[in-house]
């Protein structure tokens, strides 16, 4: 079956840019979660919801950084006034409840 | 606080040589642990869960609460479990999100 999908894969924009990157969860997976893998940082978690409700933003390193979850299915993470140090692969995963995340093939994103 | 350490970025072994990848971890409870593996041009995906018990690929992971550890091993090292090894914790009731510790490169040179 389908798994986690996201768009761009690669995006390339400009500092101070605002920019949006999509994660189509596999259908009928209720927990969805956004992790930042950048060379200093290793694998971080960002942000985490059930449903359309995100009980968990801790991973959030700023206000710049906003997510949404539309549905119960699509997130979009959106990250404006983009800064160098935004440049990382956006990860996204799915899961029914607790179980195993299903991760998708990200989105590099590289800030000029 | 919550955290997961693996100390070897790059760890070379030679085929069938046996193979053990240290994570150790800080977490004030019972925790669940993980490790995840990416294969090159692959996504990330799961290897196996302590609550399981299970081999896969040959792998195993023993928790330690002890020594705070949950390292994974393999007898016999093949070419193919070349790839970056992640372990990583849930902290209970915090609906399932992942801390990863920062990786570990595994070559396994022929």
């Known amino acids: 079956g389908a798994g986690v999908s996201q768009s761009p894969s690669n995006k390339v924009t400009e500092k101070g840019k605002d920019v949006e990157l999509r994660c189509d969860p596999i259908?009928?997976?209720?927990?969805l979660y956004w992790y930042r893998q950048s060379l200093g940082q290793g694998l971080e978690f960002l942000i985490y919801?059930?449903?359309?409700?995100?009980?968990?933003k801790s991973g959030l390193p700023s206000d710049r950084f906003s997510a949404e979850r539309t549905g119960g299915s699509v997130s979009t993470l959106t990250i404006q006034r983009t800064q160098q140090e935004d440049s990382a692969v956006y990860l996204c995963?799915?899961?029914?409840?607790?179980?195993?995340?299903?991760f998708g093939p990200g989105t590099r994103l590289t800030v000029t | 606080a919550q955290r997961v350490t693996q100390p070897e970025k790059l760890l070379s072994v030679f085929k069938g040589a046996p193979v053990e990848l240290k994570c150790n971890y800080s977490?004030?409870?019972?925790?669940?642990l993980f490790w995840y593996v990416q294969y090159s041009r692959q996504r990330l995906q799961l290897l196996l869960r302590?609550?399981s018990r299970e081999s896969i690929k040959g792998f195993t992971a023993d928790l330690n609460k002890g020594e705070t550890s949950f390292h994974l091993k393999k007898p016999f090292a093949q070419e193919e479990d070349s790839a970056m090894y992640y372990c990583?914790?849930?902290?209970?009731?915090?609906?399932?999100?992942?801390?990863f510790g920062q990786g570990t490169e595994l070559s396994v040179k022929p």
């Open positions: 919801f059930q449903g359309n409700s995100a009980p968990d």
């Open positions: 995963a799915s899961s029914i409840q607790n179980y195993e995340q299903y």
């Open positions: 302590h609550i």
């Open positions: 990583a914790l849930s902290p209970f009731n915090q609906g399932g999100k992942l801390i």
């Open positions: 259908s009928g997976h209720t927990a």
């Open positions: 977490y004030s409870g019972s925790p669940e």
